[in-house]
């Protein structure tokens, strides 16, 4: 087992590390660099029905889920087409309205859990296409799949799920545009552009990794903690929805993630200074907007620590601890963002000496209601 986890003292943490590989595997033969273009089978096999879709409607559970909130911006930023994401287990018992022309998508790792493959079935009968975003080859779910996009990042062991969260967030960051140059709703430079930069990802990943003994300090912020909140806008909103799921899963302190605005309808209620506030503050559009959330946490003696990019001053400021991470496009954001809070829910698990692959109660692949 040793050998498996290549040096590593868990599967979670050489599965964080694997993340500039992964991203590279995911992308290999689909991002063309030199020509600017992004090739995908299933939009060659199925281009009528795709850019014909009159909605998406994604299926998933836990952090697939997460990545599903990211891919309905990225769907709609790029192909302007509507998404809608639901819980499989909510969806699959709602009598849902699926209308001709839907597609509906699965995300899930193991291709194997319950509420996803039951959600699929049910898409299937009423004649959507179904679309799988799997890891797992061959599994369930990927059989169940009229066609769809395999996120090729190698097995995954630890219960909470790292390397399959941003390979789901890559695949569908490939999808949304390849899917807005076949409808022309991308500008071409746009388009040039992002794929440049979806090259340097990797890159970028291995930087914010690089940081990694300063995220274990700042990490101790949180060991003592019961409670965390986690605050993120925009593309980096269900960023914030997966660091506070990595918090609880594996270190079992209570973490809710918030999208930031809706801070003063609630949870702004709970801070004080024991109330520590990971905020994902990062240089894009809503920046100025959320600085303004992160002073409100200030003015109430919350503890602020901060996710921002690399030179930024204005919450380095006022936050008790930040972490950079290299500048990047704002829809490519999470697949940095995210680094630092999984590592920090790592080290806090390690930290209070619990089992960090295999947390109490949960289970890799949930293949039961
Ligand atoms: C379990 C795992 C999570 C995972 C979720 C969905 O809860 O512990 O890490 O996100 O199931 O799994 P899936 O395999 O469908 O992505």
Same mark, same amino acid.
């Given at each position: 087992?040793?050998?498996?986890?290549? &040096?590593?003292?868990?599967?979670?943490?050489?599965?964080?590390?694997?993340?500039?590989?992964?991203?590279?595997?995911?992308?290999? &033969?689909?991002?063309?660099?030199?020509?600017?273009?992004?090739?995908? =089978?299933?939009?060659?096999?199925?281009?009528?029905?795709?850019? *014909?879709?009159?909605?998406?409607?994604?299926?998933?559970?836990?952090?697939?889920? %997460?990545?599903?909130?990211?891919?309905?911006?990225?769907?709609?930023?790029?192909?302007?087409?509507?998404?809608?994401?639901?819980?499989? =287990?909510?969806?699959? !018992?709602?009598?849902?309205?699926?209308?001709? &022309?839907?597609?509906?998508?699965?995300?899930?790792?193991?291709?194997?859990?319950?509420?996803?493959?039951?959600?699929?079935?049910?898409?299937? $009968?009423?004649?959507?296409?179904?679309?799988?975003?799997?890891?797992?080859?061959?599994?369930?779910?990927?059989?169940?799949?009229?066609?769809?996009? !395999?996120?090729?990042?190698?097995?995954?062991?630890?219960?909470?799920?790292?390397?399959?969260?941003?390979?789901?967030? /890559?695949?569908?960051?490939?999808?949304?545009?390849?899917? &807005?140059?076949?409808?022309?709703?991308?500008?071409?430079?746009?388009?040039?552009?992002?794929?440049?930069?979806?090259?340097?990802?990797?890159?970028?990943?291995? /930087?914010?990794?690089?940081?990694?003994?300063?995220? $274990?300090?700042?990490?101790?912020?949180?060991?003592?903690?019961?409670?965390?909140?986690?605050?993120?806008?925009?593309?980096?909103?269900?960023?914030?929805?997966?660091?506070?799921?990595?918090?609880?899963?594996?270190?079992?302190? %209570?973490?809710?993630? !918030?999208?930031?605005?809706?801070?003063?309808?609630?949870?702004?209620?709970?801070?004080?200074?024991?109330?520590?506030?990971?905020?994902?503050? /990062?240089?894009?559009?809503?920046?100025?907007?959320?600085?303004? *959330?992160?002073?409100?946490?200030?003015?109430?003696?919350?503890?602020?620590?901060?996710?921002?990019?690399?030179?930024?001053?204005?919450?380095?400021?006022?936050?008790?601890?930040?972490?950079?991470?290299?500048?990047?496009?704002?829809?490519?954001?999470?697949?940095? =963002?995210?680094?630092?809070?999984?590592? /920090?829910? !790592?080290?806090?698990?390690?930290?209070?000496?619990? *089992?960090?692959?295999?947390?109490? *109660?949960?289970?890799? =692949?949930?293949?039961?209601?």
């Amino acid at each position: 087992e040793s050998l498996e986890k290549g &040096g590593f003292d868990h599967f979670m943490l050489k599965e964080i590390y694997d993340q500039p590989r992964c991203i590279s595997d995911c992308m290999r &033969g689909r991002l063309l660099l030199k020509e600017k273009r992004i090739v995908l =089978s299933t939009i060659n096999l199925h281009r009528n029905e795709l850019v *014909n879709a009159g909605r998406f409607v994604i299926v998933a559970c836990g952090t697939s889920w %997460h990545a599903g909130l990211i891919g309905k911006q990225l769907i709609e930023q790029w192909a302007k087409i509507p998404v809608e994401v639901e819980y499989a =287990s909510e969806f699959r !018992y709602r009598n849902p309205v699926i209308l001709p &022309g839907d597609v509906v998508i699965a995300i899930s790792q193991s291709g194997e859990t319950a509420d996803t493959l039951a959600a699929f079935e049910l898409a299937k $009968k009423s004649g959507a296409l179904c679309f799988g975003i799997v890891n797992a080859v061959g599994s369930s779910i990927a059989r169940a799949s009229d066609t769809g996009i !395999y996120i090729h990042v190698g097995p995954e062991i630890g219960v909470a799920s790292t390397k399959a969260f941003t390979g789901q967030v /890559t695949v569908l960051t490939l999808f949304a545009l390849a899917l &807005g140059h076949e409808l022309g709703t991308i500008p071409q430079q746009e388009y040039e552009d992002t794929i440049e930069e979806l090259g340097r990802i990797p890159g970028k990943i291995k /930087t914010v990794l690089e940081k990694d003994s300063k995220i $274990k300090d700042i990490a101790r912020t949180l060991t003592y903690a019961e409670n965390a909140l986690y605050m993120g806008r925009g593309y980096n909103y269900p960023v914030a929805l997966e660091g506070a799921l990595k918090l609880k899963e594996i270190s079992y302190i %209570h973490a809710e993630g !918030y999208p930031a605005a809706e801070m003063k309808h609630g949870p702004i209620a709970l801070i004080d200074e024991d109330m520590p506030v990971v905020f994902v503050a /990062t240089h894009h559009q809503l920046y100025k907007k959320i600085l303004s *959330n992160i002073e409100e946490v200030k003015a109430r003696n919350g503890r602020i620590i901060a996710i921002v990019t690399e030179g930024d001053e204005a919450v380095s400021d006022i936050a008790e601890a930040t972490i950079e991470v290299p500048p990047t496009l704002a829809p490519l954001a999470p697949l940095l =963002s995210v680094i630092p809070l999984q590592l /920090t829910a !790592y080290h806090v698990a390690v930290e209070k000496g619990l *089992n960090v692959d295999q947390p109490r *109660n949960l289970a890799k =692949s949930v293949t039961v209601e």
